[in-house]
């Protein structure tokens, strides 16, 4: 565990990353979290948002005002100026589109993606469940009940191969035909919180594939790109049992990113390369040990937010 020194460093860390919503989020961003803001080499805020970042944004809400950074006040206020936003956005049977313009508040394509649906909805049990302990705003909270019981997961899921779609194409008004089928992957939560509200069957978990690796005297379940993000991820809301094969995997997975000899934290971000309007591009970055995808060694990009993701199991070299 970490010694006050750090303690206290870290939740320094945990307030200057909490300034990037203070800053950019406003009237002018409808109260929503744009994707991204590049400072060089031309300052970009970018003009959409996601249902993965709008979750990722309530549940920090919460975790600063747990860790006593915000108010009450300023942690409900914040929840109710977004959930007003949230209850405007155009929806497919519950579930947010992958990409809405900030200022229209209208869908930028007409696909509906299952894993960042899964993201957002237990982003928002977190955060309900976060009112319902301290006691905070019973308006707020069914506000946000209403939300949640709308967002149909399983329009997703498909009985014949017992495993959800990528998602849906509005305008082709089809399921598509690629899957998520590895338990090692960020649709780990869609799967968990699926079958959790009855809306997966159990024998969807052991539909998922477990394709193994070793290293040595270490094994582990294997991700498609063996990135920090498919692994730790969903560990932000669920954790793994010591001794279980997801928490084996997770261990395996810190263990071969450790044995890059770089700093660790591989994972899906923006890197140095641009296209021709000079934004950065954007990937998955992984090990190649842990990935079923060809080719993930090819180049190393070190995120520090995948660091970030390993605090639970790793305090002390994580931070």
Not at 129 to 147: F, T, W, Y
Request: proline share 4%.
């Amino acid at each position: 565990s970490l010694n006050e020194a750090a303690k206290k460093d870290l939740l320094s860390q945990t307030e200057k990353m909490w300034s990037f919503y203070k800053d950019h989020i406003g009237q002018e961003t409808s109260w929503l979290p744009p994707d991204n803001v590049q400072y060089k080499p031309v300052y970009r805020v970018c003009p959409r948002t996601s249902p993965t970042n709008v979750g990722m944004y309530l549940l920090s809400a919460a975790a600063v005002y747990e860790l006593g950074i915000i108010t009450a006040e300023e942690f409900t206020g914040l929840l109710e100026k977004a959930a007003e936003s949230i209850e405007k956005l155009p929806k497919w049977r519950g579930n947010l589109y992958n990409w809405y313009d900030l200022k229209s508040l209208k869908p930028v394509s007409g696909f509906v993606s299952s894993v960042d649906s899964g993201n957002f909805f237990c982003c928002l049990i977190a955060v309900k469940e976060c009112l319902r302990v301290n006691g905070l705003s019973p308006a707020l909270k069914q506000r946000l009940d209403l939300i949640i019981n709308a967002t149909r997961l399983s329009e997703f899921y498909r009985e014949r191969n017992k495993l959800f779609s990528i998602g849906y194409d509005t305008e082709k008004e089809q399921l598509s035909r690629h899957n998520y089928d590895m338990l090692m992957s960020e649709a780990r939560l869609l799967s968990y919180a699926a079958i959790a509200t009855g809306q997966a069957p159990k024998a969807h978990w052991r539909a998922l594939s477990r394709t193994m690796s070793r290293s040595g005297a270490y094994a582990g379940a294997v991700a498609w790109t063996g990135t920090m993000f498919e692994f730790f991820m969903p560990e932000l809301l669920i954790t793994s049992k010591e001794g279980s094969m997801s928490y084996e995997a997770l261990k395996y997975a810190l263990h071969r990113q450790k044995r890059r000899h770089t700093p660790f934290g591989i994972s899906e971000s923006g890197y140095y390369a641009f296209d021709g309007e000079l934004n950065y591009q954007y990937k998955a970055h992984g090990v190649q040990k842990t990935a079923l995808k060809g080719g993930m060694d090819s180049e190393c990009v070190i995120s520090p937010y995948s660091s970030y993701l390993t605090l639970s199991m790793e305090p002390l070299e994580s931070w």
